[in-house]
């Protein structure tokens, strides 16, 4: 099965930015119809925040951005919060299957 | 507003099984693709199946770690959908989320596969 790749863990500043990247081992991530990112935070079930690579859900705030980028997907969170601080994870279908990243802790410090 | 519930986890030993059920409000069911994702302690997230609407021919998809031995059903009439799990592995272990197509998500209900 696909392996698909994501930060283990990145830590950003209060107002700033970073970038989540999703790289799938088969090759560049091409088709933005797959690919979903979602947070989950302890304790609560993923929450969807990006659809079609680069789509906000109606609940997603307007900071989070998605986008293909060099082969890899990503989702950039801009003017970062202490609430965003959570794992998100991407989930693209590898043309058999569907397949989540193995996420990344976003500490927000 | 949808509500997804899902029941029927507990503990069951290896080689046991189990039928999960998730019962739905709020959307269209019937015209719904609903998945199941379950959240393991060694493997992190793990899209498990997928079942398509009566137009498209009821069509079930399954993760290779579980086809052969997870079956994926659903009940229009009744809202729900189910999730069969037999010959259960330690490695199944985790808590099962039904959801739409990614988009809304039940809190989910564990599953502990021990001896």
């Known amino acids: 099965q696909t392996v698909v790749t994501q930060e283990p863990s990145l830590t950003v500043s209060p107002g700033g930015t970073v970038t989540l990247t999703c790289a799938s081992g088969?090759?560049?991530?091409?088709?933005?119809?797959?690919l979903n990112w979602f947070q989950q935070k302890p304790g609560q079930a993923p929450r969807p925040l990006i659809w079609?690579?680069?789509n906000r859900h109606t609940w997603t705030p307007a900071r989070f951005s998605g986008s293909l980028l060099g082969g890899n997907a990503a989702l950039t969170l801009s003017g970062v919060l202490p609430e965003d601080e959570a794992d998100y994870y991407c989930l693209l279908h590898d043309g058999a299957t569907w397949v989540f990243g193995g996420g990344t802790k976003l500490t927000v410090l | 507003e949808e509500q997804l519930a899902e029941s029927g986890g507990g503990l069951v030993k290896p080689g046991g099984s189990l039928r999960l059920s998730c019962v739905t409000s709020?959307?269209?069911?019937?015209?719904?693709?609903m998945s199941w994702v379950r959240q393991t302690p060694g493997k992190g997230l793990q899209w498990v199946a997928r079942?398509?609407?009566?137009?498209?021919?009821?069509?079930?998809e399954y993760a290779p770690f579980v086809k052969g031995r997870f079956t994926i059903s659903r009940d229009d009439s009744e809202n729900t959908v189910y999730l069969q799990m037999n010959s259960l592995k330690s490695d199944d272990t985790g808590v099962y989320y039904c959801?739409?197509?990614?988009?809304?998500w039940g809190q989910g209900t564990l599953v502990t596969v021990s001896s």
């Open positions: 079609s690579a680069t």
């Open positions: 079942i398509k609407t009566q137009s498209d021919g009821y069509t079930t």
């Open positions: 959801s739409t197509s990614f988009d809304y």
């Open positions: 088969t090759g560049a991530v091409t088709s933005a119809s797959f």
């Open positions: 709020g959307f269209s069911f019937r015209n719904a693709w």
